[in-house]
T-cell receptor, first 111, second 114 residues
Framework: QQQVKQSPQSLIVQKGGISIINCAYE??????FPWYQQFPGKGPALLIA?????SEKKEGRFTISFNKSAKQFSLHIMDSQPGDSATYFC??????????FGQGTTLQVKP | DGGITQSPKYLFRKEGQNVTLSCEQN?????MYWYRQDPGQGLRLIYY???????QKGDIAEGYSVSREKKESFPLTVTSAQKNPTAFYLC?????????????FGDGTRLSIL
């Protein structure tokens, strides 16, 4: 019940396209859902986060969509750029504050 | 600039040896965390500390130990009891005090077996 399942494992998108990464969770006590971006040899950096009282949050080209009833949330990267090529992790946490991470998605944006 | 500094960047361990990974932060954060990252498995929590002189086991604490004597520092020791230590180790910190604050990560230490 503590798992967060992330898909796809890898994704190739053309420059200017939309990248979509999906995550599903089981624990209904989760109430914080961040997305992290990680470049090779670096630590993850917080990209955007959402709480379940809203269904969508947008920051620049990055949007989180949240479906509480389906226990799913997704990251959409609009107008994807080669500089967006990285590994993306979704995560979830509840009242323990402990983040449970998805397995990661490696995104490649082709010029 | 405030941030988290992990050292060394690369570390090699011999059989039966304990090694210590350093993590220092100047963000004035109360909470600190250690994660292990393996290919295709995301990040898994080893230990975390919400306040100085206190820490709790995460999901994969066996074979690891930590200390939290200063707010700024949270070193991780990989003991000889950890039979598969090869991984990328990440330290993080957050404001703490309230749950679900953003965690800020260092740039990791890559540990390999000689």
């Amino acid at each position: 019940q503590q798992q967060v399942k992330q898909s796809p494992q890898s994704l190739i998108v053309q420059k200017g396209g939309i990248s979509i990464i999906n995550c599903a969770y089981e624990n209904t006590a989760f109430d914080y859902f961040p997305w992290y971006q990680q470049f090779p040899g670096k630590g993850p950096a917080l990209l955007i986060a959402i709480r379940p009282d809203v269904s969508e949050k947008k920051e620049g080209r990055f949007t989180i969509s949240f479906n509480k009833s389906a226990k799913q949330f997704s990251l959409h990267i609009m107008d994807s750029q080669p500089g967006d090529s990285a590994t993306y992790f979704c995560a979830a946490s509840g009242n323990t504050g402990k983040l449970i991470f998805g397995q990661g998605t490696t995104l490649q944006v082709k010029p | 600039d405030g941030g988290i500094t992990q050292s060394p960047k690369y570390l090699f361990r011999k059989e039966g040896q304990n090694v210590t990974l350093s993590c220092e932060q100047n963000l004035n954060h109360d909470a600190m965390y250690w994660y292990r990252q393996d290919p295709g498995q995301g990040l898994r929590l080893i230990y975390y500390s919400q306040i100085v002189n206190d820490f709790q086991k995460g999901d994969i604490a066996e074979g690891y130990s930590v200390s939290r004597e200063k707010k700024e520092s949270f070193p991780l020791t990989v003991t000889s009891a950890q039979k598969n230590p090869t991984a990328f180790y990440l330290c993080a910190s957050s404001i703490g005090g309230v749950f679900n604050q953003p965690q800020h990560f260092g740039d990791g230490t890559r540990l390999s077996i000689l």
